[in-house]
Antibody, heavy 119, light 109 residues
Framework: QVQLQESGPGLVKPSQTLSLTCTVSGGSISSGVYFWSWIRQPAGKGLEWLGR???????NYKSSLKSRITISGDTSKNQFSLELRSVTAADTAVYFC???????????WGRGTLVTVSS | QSVLTQPPSVSAAPGQKVTISCSGTRANIGSNYVSWYYHVPGTTPRVLIY???KRPSGIPDRFSASKSATSATLAITGLQTGDEGDYYC???????????FGGGTKLTV
């Protein structure tokens, strides 16, 4: 059974960088058929896709975040990471990592981690 | 404002049927596979439907979906109070090259 677990600081100061890691177990991020994704949900709002990384290292990002976001992978640790720079209060949200497969959608999700941007 | 448009809320009595629509464009729904997700805030979202109309194992056949041109519809029959929560459609947009969720629909039973 594939499991994903988000980890990282729960509090980030405005203008600083939010960094989260997703550790994958029960499956390899090196597998060639999956994209490894980040999604967030601000309080009281809907799900927002942030971006994804493929096995090859190629990435796709939400257009409005392209200047601030980087998703990277570490196959040796079976982890992938999210970096969001110059954060503001609007970046306060529960952040989820998830596995995506073409046609299967986002089939496995982490439990989510709350990140608050505040001084 | 999401590119995929869903009604903010729907409601129906236990045992009844409800449908949730998801309206998009040729660049997203019209060109790509649609999936549907169920989420109760504070829990892990889960996929209900993938590949436009297929159910993962463990999802009861009370849940079904269809796609037509630039829109998709999720149907839930035999409503139960445990079905309450937020439902999202999702698909890839070939124009912007990003995944997108609908704005979400809150179901009240």
């Amino acid at each position: 059974q594939v499991q994903l677990q988000e980890s990282g600081p729960g509090l980030v100061k405005p203008s600083q960088t939010l960094s989260l890691t997703c550790t994958v177990s029960g499956g390899s991020i090196s597998s060639g058929v999956y994209f490894w994704s980040w999604i967030r949900q601000p309080a009281g709002k809907g799900l927002e896709w942030l971006g994804r990384i493929y096995t090859s290292g190629s990435t796709n990002y939400k257009s409005s975040l392209k200047s601030r976001i980087t998703i990277s992978g570490d196959t040796s640790k079976n982890q992938f990471s999210l970096e969001l720079r110059s954060v503001t209060a609007a970046d306060t949200a529960v952040y989820f990592c998830a596995r995506f497969m073409e046609r299967r959608g986002l089939d496995y999700w982490g439990r989510g981690t709350l990140v608050t941007v505040s001084s | 404002q999401s590119v995929l448009t869903q009604p903010p809320s729907v409601s129906a009595a236990p045992g009844q049927k409800v449908t949730i629509s998801c309206s998009g464009t040729r660049a997203n729904i019209g060109s790509n596979y649609v999936s549907w997700y169920y989420h109760v805030p504070g829990t892990t979202p889960r996929v209900l439907i993938y590949d436009n109309n297929k159910r993962p194992s463990g999802i009861p056949d009370r849940f079904s979906a269809s796609k037509s041109a630039t829109s998709a519809t999720l149907a839930i029959t035999g409503l139960q109070t445990g079905d309450e929560g937020d439902y999202y459609c999702g698909t890839w947009d070939s124009s912007s090259r990003e995944w997108m969720f609908g704005g979400g629909t809150k179901l009240t039973v």
